[in-house]
Structure formats: structure tokens, C-alpha cells
């Protein structure tokens, strides 16, 4: 019923999409009008009135991992590795400690001004970079030290991250797409069939290979296959993750990316290889990313806003508009080409979502000619691993002494100093 919802939803969006001007003029995508659809025809607005709206099940909030690692996997399997590529990643890891620093420092001296609980300032960061479910690790923790505000709080958080994100990314890039600093040639050269959504008779295409005869095995199934073994296969390596508390908090995403890295590696020198289609994965990767959209913004959870606004806002608004000046001047400096798409998938990926930065991105490069969004899967791992899981693991546990909440703030910036250094001397000319 979640899925079907979804789908009857995305229709409506394409709909409005190609009837709506203010959309098309927005580049606002299908999943995102028809997500704010559902929102309005959910339970946290018309369901507030009427008994009749749309009823989306528990599970709905589960699907976001999945899907997102299904996204990651059809572009993992075809990465290819070269210099260039390595010294971006370790320089959008130097970026993404820069603004996680900023967050939980601005978040610490915010907090105190209000009064919040020390343990407060880590949830905006949790949430702006993982949206409604990362902020739950966190909260786990301090249910156990008697903090049972967290979840709402950090819930909050991403329902504003998550709506900053769209609202103002989309701004940023229209400013830039006018001004030219888009490199992907559909950026700078949109079509009435780009604002509309839909093409005209002549433009339409056949988008998948067919590697296989239909009578014995459908070619979109030979890759939905593939796709779906690799998911498989990253479940196994979760739970063996889970068994180690460093990694306890690790969702699906982390270990699909490995395994199809691995995968990808591996099918190259082997036979099997005739029979990857890149542009087959790649319609995989989005339908998933459509739906993760979709389903996230039609079950945000808008009454949590109204408690402790004040506070909330505040702590948003400084940590966001920080993310957004960072996200402007580092990329630009360091990356030089592409650096506006690269800055618009880290700026949705670090303000809501990994799905918002995507969404971006389409925007922004819609043939996906840019390496923007296999730079960021690429570093994923290396800011999973290191910064982020320390923030969401360890710093809890620290924070809420006095003494563990000084040192985290020195160590904090002590990262934000080392990461600006390290990054303007790996990004110089």
C-alpha cells in the first residue's frame, strides 16, 4: 500500500509538474511535488480534520536506507578509480569535517545560550546529515541517561534541515544555473521539455540495452538481478558489522557500497562483464531514488516544529546558514571544476538528506555528466567511518560531563582547523 501510494503519487506530481508553472520554473522534481501532495493528503495535515486521508504504514520510515543503498549500489558497480578521483574524495571528506565541526560547535554555543541539555548540541548535526533516522542513534543513547527529549528534538531538526535543503538549494541553483556556473551542458540549455517533464513524440527514446533474449531472460531483469544479489550479499556483511560496536550504527547503505565497489572490481576481469549496461543500473538507481524522495517528504512530521521553536529554529538557522557559506567557498576553491554540482549534492546530502543532495543534483546535472554524485558516494565511507560515527557513538557519551563537553568543543575545533589547512594544501592550484 506504501508503494502504491507512492506511485499514485508520482503521477499526480508529473502532472502538476507539466501543468504548474511555478514549478516547472523552479525545476522543482516530480518526487518533491508529489511528496509535499502526500504531506498535505497525510495524516499531519488533512488527517488533522478528516477522516479520510492517505494512511501510510509503521514501515514507511524504513524504506529510506534501502532504497538509498540501492541508488549507491548501480553507481558503485561502474566507479572507476584514478588519481583525480581519489584526491576529490579526500577532499569532500576535508569539507564535510569542516561543516560537521562547524554544526556541533555552533550547535554547543547555541545550546548553552538556551539552556539546553549539553547533549542537545550534537542532534542538529546528526540529523541535518542523516535526516529522521540518524538522530535516533543519538537519542537511543540518552533515553538510557534520562533524556527523553532527544528524539523530538532531533526529529526537528531534520524535518527543518530537510526543508531548508530543498527550499534554498533550489534557489542557490537557479541563481547559478542563470549565472553560469553549472559545467553539465542540459544546466545552461533547458528545454520546454526539461520544465515540463515530458517529452514530445519525436525526442522519445528506448533508455535500457538489451543484453538477453526476452523468451528466456528480460534484460531489465537480468540487471534488477544483479542489483538485488549485491543488496543480498551487503545484508550478510551488516549483521557481521553489527556485531562490533564501532559499527553498530552503520545502516544498509555502508556495507552495499562495499560490496558493489568489490563487485564492480571483480566483474571487470571476468566474462561477465559484456553484460553490464551502466545506463540500465542507472534507471534503477533513480526509480529507487524517486521513491525515497517521495515517501520521505509525504511522512515529515510537522507538529514536532512547534515544541521548543525558539531554541530550535535558532540552532537551525545559525548551523544551516553555516553549512550553506562553507558549501559556497570551499568547493569553489579546492575542487575548481564542477564545483557547483559537487557543492549541491553535499549541500542536500549535509542539510536533510542523501536523497535531498541527489535531488539536487538531477537539477543541476540531469544526464548526470558531472562527477559530482560518484565523488560523494565515493567519500561516503571515509566520513562514515570516521567523523560521523565518532559524533553519533562516542561524543554522547562525552558530552554530557562538563569536562567532556570542553574537550569535545577544543577537539571539535581542532578538527575545523586541521581539515581548512589540510584542505587548502591538497586543493591548491
Not at 250 to 274: D, E, N, R
Not at 303 to 329: F, K, P, R, W, Y
Request: glycine content about 10%; hydrophobic content about 55%.
Amino acid at each position: 500500500m506504501d508503494f502504491a501510494w507512492a506511485s499514485m503519487l508520482l503521477l499526480i506530481g508529473l502532472f502538476l509538474r507539466s501543468k504548474v508553472g511555478v514549478f516547472q520554473k523552479m525545476f522543482i522534481p516530480v518526487a518533491v511535488i508529489g511528496g509535499l501532495v502526500g504531506l498535505l493528503l497525510g495524516s499531519e495535515v488533512l488527517g488533522k480534520f478528516c477522516p479520510y486521508y492517505i494512511h501510510w504504514s509503521d514501515n514507511v520510515s524504513s524504506f529510506a536506507n534501502p532504497l538509498l543503498a540501492i541508488l549507491f549500489v548501480t553507481q558503485f558497480i561502474a566507479l572507476k578509480f584514478d588519481r583525480r578521483m581519489i584526491k576529490k574524495c579526500s577532499l569532500i571528506f576535508l569539507i564535510s569535517a569542516t561543516v560537521i565541526s562547524a554544526q556541533v560547535l555552533s550547535a554547543m554555543g547555541m545550546g548553552k545560550l538556551f539552556g539546553l541539555p549539553d547533549g542537545a548540541a550534537l542532534l542538529p548535526f546528526g540529523a541535518f546529515y542523516g535526516a529522521h533516522g540518524i538522530p535516533q542513534v543519538i537519542a537511543g543513547i540518552y533515553d538510557t541517561l534520562g533524556y527523553d527529549e532527544a528524539s523530538a528534538f532531533g526529529t526537528t531538526y531534520a524535518t527543518i534541515g530537510m526543508l531548508y535543503g530543498i527550499i534554498v538549494g533550489i534557489v542557490i541553483l537557479n541563481y547559478g544555473i542563470r549565472k553560469g556556473w553549472c559545467a553539465a551542458e542540459k544546466s545552461g540549455n533547458l528545454s520546454k521539455e526539461d520544465y515540463t517533464g515530458i517529452l514530445e513524440e519525436r525526442n522519445r527514446f528506448k533508455f535500457m540495452k538489451a543484453y538477453t533474449s526476452d523468451i528466456a531472460f528480460d534484460p531489465l531483469t537480468l540487471h534488477f538481478g544483479i542489483v538485488l544479489g549485491i543488496m543480498l550479499v551487503a545484508y550478510g556483511l551488516l549483521k557481521i558489522l553489527h556485531l562490533v560496536p564501532l559499527f553498530s550504527g552503520f545502516a544498509i547503505y555502508v556495507p552495499a557500497i562495499l560490496v558493489s565497489l568489490v563487485f564492480g572490481v571483480a566483474v571487470k576481469k571476468t566474462p561477465m562483464a559484456q553484460f553490464i549496461d551502466n545506463e540500465s543500473l542507472g534507471h534503477i538507481g533513480t526509480l529507487a531514488l524517486e521513491y525515497l524522495i517521495i515517501t520521505a517528504i509525504a511522512t515529515m512530521k510537522l507538529d514536532v516544529i512547534m515544541n521548543n521553536a525558539a531554541a530550535i529554529l535558532s540552532i537551525s538557522l545559525v548551523g544551516l546558514i553555516l553549512t550553506t557559506v562553507i558549501l559556497l567557498i570551499l568547493p569553489k576553491l579546492w575542487l575548481k571544476q564542477n564545483w557547483l554540482e559537487n557543492a549541491m549534492v553535499m549541500f542536500g546530502a549535509w542539510t536533510g538528506s542523501t536523497a535531498t543532495g541527489m535531488m539536487l543534483l538531477r537539477i543541476s546535472d540531469p544526464e548526470l555528466e558531472t562527477d559530482a554524485g560518484p565523488n560523494l558516494v565515493a567519500a561516503t565511507p571515509l566520513w562514515q567511518i570516521s567523523t560521523q560515527n565518532f559524533y553519533l557513538t562516542i561524543a554522547p557519551m562525552i558530552i554530557v560531563t562538563s569536562a567532556g563537553f570542553r574537550n569535545l568543543a577544543l577537539g571539535t575545533a581542532g578538527l575545523l582547523i586541521a581539515a581548512l589547512v589540510l584542505g587548502f594544501i591538497i586543493g591548491r592550484k
